[in-house]
């Protein structure tokens, strides 16, 4: 699966931005969709998951009630709607998958180590 991300740019704290991922393969519909952030001299942190068919979601505290998001196979694609964007939020976002795919109960992966494949990441500033 190749990975391509899009969709960063700048915006003004409060803005909206909708990072898209879009993959190459036919096995796209298998695979959990994970979003990831890095901000400089950090490391790289979970911020969204779908699960294959899209029934499950998974948010970091951090971005709960304001990032969303979703996925169509159809398309090979996940998008991250992101909204009430905060200059902390300012990172490269980054999209992996997981051929898990499917989570149960509580669990889902959260670690970097836990997906098998990356987008190259895309630019996003906010501004205060």
């Known amino acids: 699966v190749q990975l391509q991300a899009s969709g960063g740019g700048l915006v003004q704290a409060g803005g909206s931005l909708r990072l898209s991922c879009a993959a190459s393969?036919?096995?796209?519909?298998?695979?959990?969709m994970g979003w990831f952030r890095q901000a400089p001299g950090k490391e790289r942190d979970f911020v969204a998951l779908i699960s294959w068919n899209g029934g499950s979601t998974y948010y970091a505290d951090s971005v709960k009630g304001r990032f969303t998001i979703s996925r169509d196979n159809a398309k090979n694609t996940v998008y991250l709607h992101m909204s009430s964007l905060r200059p902390e939020d300012t990172a490269v976002y980054y999209c992996a998958a997981d051929a898990v795919g499917a989570y149960s109960g509580s669990y889902y992966p959260s670690s970097i180590y836990e997906y098998d494949y990356w987008g190259q990441g895309t630019q996003v500033t906010v501004s205060s």
């Open positions: 393969g036919r096995t796209f519909s298998r695979y959990g």
